[in-house]
């Protein structure tokens, strides 16, 4: 049995879409969270004893560790972990359509002023991108999807094939609400990830 183990901040940031993926297809892992004032001393440890392969090898998280060996970066590690899941699509035209929706969430993510120590800064630089943001966003996606069910491929969402496993718009989380609008039909709810919120 596969073993895999996904070291993070405690926080969500890059890890929060391997959780989801370990959430939505039930995958067993360890969860480790790390302090953030504790990390420093943390990797100059690792690095300092390990001669060989080294914990993190790029000297940042996260990093998902499957069974002992180490994959650095988080949507590499997200991509790996759809396809163990059986969550990239029926095709290779549907896997790249799937990443190219996450690139496009990725891009979101980049936005949000992650290292910003002020906390009424931050607040206000996230306000700001999610009033100006956040709705074009879901705007293009809502019109990405249309009337269909699912983001990427047709299969019902009661599925567990890999085709029933696909991305599907509901699925794709809960929106701040900051936004002042309603929500799109497929962003109401994170159903089976809600837990991780």
Same mark, same amino acid.
């Given at each position: 049995?596969?073993?895999?183990?996904?070291?993070?901040?405690?926080?969500?940031? @890059?890890?929060?879409?391997?959780?989801?993926?370990?959430?939505?297809?039930?995958?067993?892992?360890?969860?480790?969270?790390?302090?953030?004032?504790?990390?420093?001393?943390?990797?100059?440890?690792?690095?300092?004893?390990?001669?060989?392969?080294?914990?993190?090898?790029?000297?940042?998280?996260?990093?998902?560790?499957?069974?002992?060996?180490?994959?650095?970066?988080?949507?590499?590690?997200? @991509?790996?972990?759809?396809?163990?899941?059986?969550?990239?699509?029926?095709?290779?035209?549907?896997?790249?359509?799937?990443?190219?929706?996450?690139?496009?969430?990725?891009?979101?993510?980049?936005?949000?002023?992650?290292?910003?120590?002020?906390?009424?800064?931050?607040?206000?630089?996230?306000?700001?991108?999610?009033?100006?943001?956040?709705?074009?966003?879901?705007?293009?996606?809502?019109?990405?999807?249309?009337?269909?069910?699912?983001?990427?491929?047709?299969?019902?969402?009661?599925?567990?094939?890999?085709?029933?496993?696909?991305?599907?718009?509901?699925?794709?989380?809960?929106?701040?609400? @900051?936004?002042?609008?309603?929500?799109?039909?497929?962003? @109401?709810?994170?159903?089976?990830?809600?837990?991780?919120?």
């Amino acid at each position: 049995m596969t073993s895999y183990k996904l070291t993070y901040f405690n926080m969500r940031g @890059r890890a929060e879409l391997p959780r989801y993926i370990f959430a939505y297809a039930g995958i067993a892992f360890e969860d480790r969270r790390v302090e953030w004032s504790d990390w420093p001393s943390i990797k100059k440890k690792v690095l300092m004893t390990n001669n060989t392969l080294s914990a993190f090898p790029l000297g940042k998280l996260p990093v998902l560790e499957v069974n002992g060996l180490p994959l650095t970066q988080s949507l590499a590690i997200a @991509r790996f972990l759809a396809k163990e899941a059986g969550l990239v699509g029926n095709s290779r035209l549907a896997e790249a359509q799937a990443d190219a929706l996450v690139d496009t969430l990725n891009d979101f993510t980049l936005l949000i002023p992650w290292r910003e120590d002020n906390p009424q800064i931050k607040t206000q630089k996230i306000d700001m991108l999610f009033q100006s943001h956040a709705p074009k966003l879901l705007d293009h996606l809502q019109c990405h999807l249309g009337d269909r069910k699912w983001l990427v491929g047709d299969s019902d969402a009661g599925g567990r094939s890999a085709e029933g496993r696909q991305l599907h718009g509901k699925h794709l989380g809960q929106v701040s609400p @900051r936004i002042n609008r309603p929500l799109p039909h497929s962003w @109401r709810r994170l159903s089976p990830c809600r837990h991780l919120l």
